[in-house]
């Protein structure tokens, strides 16, 4: 990992992931330059896909949620460097996926310090051809073995100790090979183990169980549930 601190701003990234590492990575404006924009995701908040001479990357800004983020829309109160929001997300996902589990590849971390506050923004390695089980799942139904494998995945993250802070049906990929995929590892931290994997496993159910309600066409049902929890517990 390598770290540029120029000005205000703070910078790690990865060189491996990168021909030629620039600090206008990023900005969005570079890419729309070289016409290099393949897409976004709009929920909230905006999430970019770029392309450069190493492959699809996405890139993130940090916000806040709640009533906070009213007042202070991307602004974070300073901390240690480390402690960064996007350093903080870029630590946990180089460890995950040094140990080889289903994660984008963290990139490079930015946090640019003003005053008492600082804004972040990350970059990572795009998973290519996955969407998300709630767009997947109201186009057609997982069968039983795609649900197992999505349990045998969530237990592996848990067996390494990971606390995914946002554990729900948006934050879990199935790509067009079948491999389930973990996104999303803002906040998240590891932990001893403990009663919060099965508070994890029940924050997911509420997460299908809303969705459900959500959704004119949503393909799950309670059994989808028992078959992810099979192959959760057939992992230990």
């Known amino acids: 990992m390598e770290r540029i601190e120029h000005g205000s701003e703070i910078i790690w990234y990865d060189p491996d992931c990168f021909g030629d590492f620039h600090r206008d990575f990023f900005e969005i404006d570079f890419w729309r330059e070289h016409n290099a924009i393949r897409g976004k995701a709009v ?67 930015r946090m640019v310090r003003s005053n008492l506050v600082y804004r972040a ?40 100790g990971l606390y995914h802070a946002d554990l729900n049906s948006h934050n879990i990929l199935l790509d067009d090979g079948g491999k389930s995929w973990l996104i999303d590892f803002d906040k998240c931290h590891f932990r001893q ?19 459900l309600n959500l959704h004119e066409a949503f393909r799950w049902n309670e059994q989808d549930w028992k078959a992810l929890q099979q192959g959760y517990h057939k992992a230990s």
């Not at 392309?51 to 901390?79: A, C, N, Q, S």
């Not at 460097?81 to 140990?99: D, Q």
């Not at 998300?132 to 969530?154: C, F, K, P």
């Not at 183990?193 to 299908?208: H, I, Q, T």
């Open 43 to 109: 929920g909230r908040n905006t999430t970019w896909f770029v392309e450069d001479e190493e492959g699809h990357k996405v890139l993130r800004h940090y916000y806040r949620g709640g009533m906070i983020g009213r007042v202070m829309e991307d602004t974070f109160l300073h901390v240690a460097e480390s402690k960064s929001r996007a350093m903080a997300e870029f630590t946990v996902l180089a460890k995950l996926h040094r140990k080889g589990l289903p994660v984008p590849r963290p990139c490079a971390a």
């Open 121 to 160: 923004d990350i970059m990572l390695t795009r998973i290519n051809n996955a969407r998300d089980l709630v767009a997947i799942l109201q186009e057609r139904s997982l069968n039983e073995q795609e649900w197992q494998s999505i349990g045998h995945t969530i237990r592996r993250f848990h067996d390494a």
């Open 193 to 211: 183990p403990g009663s919060w994997s099965r508070e994890n496993m029940d924050r997911l159910l509420r997460s299908f169980r809303k969705e």
